[in-house]
């Protein structure tokens, strides 16, 4: 059976995304909420995760509906660190728990997160993974 989203489309891939700095998950989500090119194939959720900090943001999560739209979130993704002055480690969690952490933005360019996305949605992914 098809995974499907909660407006009916088929499920390409999901994301989590975390950010280490509490304050920058938020203007993340932001940032990924207003991106036109990725609200054409995808569906952005803020999650929290502790029960015990009502309405604080820990984790964003990204339901990819379309697989052009892989390319939207990396770029979306390496823009937003490239536009901090000083960006908090993230990391990207695939379904299959395979994780890319991004440390250093000159380091990571939208291809690469495109690529760690892309594992997933073509079969079994690798384990951790750290760059920059």
Do not use: K
């Amino acid at each position: 059976m098809t995974e499907r989203s909660p407006d009916g489309r088929e499920v390409v891939v999901r994301v989590r995304i975390a950010v280490d700095g509490g304050e920058e998950i938020h203007t993340l989500y932001v940032w990924l909420r207003s991106d036109l090119e990725l609200a054409r194939g995808a569906e952005v959720c803020a999650v929290a995760t502790d029960p015990t900090r009502m309405g604080a943001l820990e984790v964003i999560d990204i339901v990819l509906t379309q697989a052009t739209s892989l390319s939207a979130l990396a770029l979306a993704v390496a823009s937003w660190r490239q536009s901090r002055s000083r960006p908090e480690p993230v990391t990207i969690t695939r379904p299959d728990g395979g994780t890319l952490t991004i440390g250093d933005p000159r380091q990571v360019d939208a291809e690469v997160i495109r690529a760690f996305l892309a594992d997933d949605a073509t079969g079994p992914g690798e384990g951790p993974r750290q760059v920059g």
